[in-house]
């Protein structure tokens, strides 16, 4: 079953992924392609958002959508962080997939002048879900995002989506110079990114409070640029705020820590644009049946 959730906007998707019929299979796993002309989305003008069939991550925007007579679903943007390029076994095409969950989308083409933005995202109907705007105007209220860095992004997620109210938890990267990190890229220390964990929640059964302070509780914000063996500034404690009002939350919940003896290092900075990480770092801990290393609940307030 497939549980879409929107917020701000956009529209996000809980962490799960939806069983496929074995022709979805056929082009979402294996990276087959529908027969042009058939898709249900290619001659399709409803204003919504399109999302990932295996997974309802946000992918593309009607707005974006343009008919560019191929037989297939065409967009000239995607939704920031939501698409995944690589090079396609033909070694010729640009593959593109669900940066959420690896699903085969289609493939990308630029420089043919369409548009303006020269681009092209020719994709399968069949790997994609549709929400028409109406139902995200409705329901865009009800759920908020916070974004915590405090060492492993294994450990914060799993620890966060332990919480009553939480409804997902992304793991990524925020803070850096580069655009759309690889994992390999933050290790080096030198693109800026802190590793963290984007939490879409419910207000009305969590707050963002609560939440903060249950950051503060898994992880050790007096240790500077590393969270036990992890070491690096990349594993670095800090909260990355949405709102005037997360950041008076952050600096009053470090007030009281300091007030009670912490030497609290977490700094508050406003959130730029938070980058998923690969899908192998999703759900590490549920897929892999274990506990956080150096993640663990500790009284401090």
């Known amino acids: 079953m497939l549980v879409v959730l929107l917020t701000a906007g956009t529209v996000n998707a809980q962490t799960m992924t939806k069983e496929l019929t074995p022709e979805e299979k056929r082009v979402i796993i294996d990276k087959g392609t529908e027969r042009p ?4 989305y290619y001659d399709f003008k409803e204003a919504g958002t399109y999302l990932c069939k ?15 007579g191929c037989g297939w679903p065409s ?7 939501a698409v995944k390029r690589s090079l396609d076994a033909d070694g010729r095409r640009t593959e593109i ?4 969950c690896g699903a085969h989308l289609g493939h990308v083409f630029t420089g043919e002048g369409f548009t303006t933005k020269n681009t092209r995202h ?4 069949i790997s994609m879900e549709f929400v028409p705007a109406r139902s995200v105007k409705d329901m865009q209220q009800k759920t908020a995002e916070a974004i915590f860095a405090g060492g492993c992004f294994w450990g914060v997620e799993h620890m966060m989506q332990k919480q009553p109210g939480v409804i997902s938890v992304v793991s990524g990267y925020i803070g850096g110079t580069v655009d759309n990190p690889t994992y390999e890229q933050v290790c080096t220390k030198k693109t800026g990114h802190a590793e963290a964990v984007k939490v879409t929640y419910d207000p009305a059964k969590v707050s963002y409070e609560t939440l903060a302070r249950l950051f503060f509780e898994i992880h050790d914000p007096t240790q500077t640029d590393g969270q036990g063996p992890d070491l690096g500034p990349q594993y670095r404690s ?5 709102s005037p009002e997360q950041k008076a939350v952050a ?17 508050v900075t406003r959130a730029t644009r938070f980058w998923p990480a690969e899908t192998y770092h999703q759900d ?11 993640h663990t609940y500790t009284k401090r307030f």
């Open 238 to 242: 800090e909260i990355f705020y949405l």
């Open 97 to 100: 997939s669900c940066a959420r």
């Open 122 to 125: 020719c994709v399968n109907s």
């Open 37 to 40: 002309f058939t898709g249900k």
């Open 54 to 68: 295996r997974c309802g991550a946000p992918l593309y925007r009607s707005e974006d959508k343009f008919d560019s």
């Open 75 to 81: 967009f000239d943007d995607e939704i920031p962080g």
């Open 284 to 294: 590490y801990y549920v897929r892999k049946g274990t506990e956080p290393y150096c």
């Open 251 to 267: 600096e009053k919940l470090i007030g009281q820590l300091k007030a009670n003896g912490y030497d609290v290092v977490t700094k």
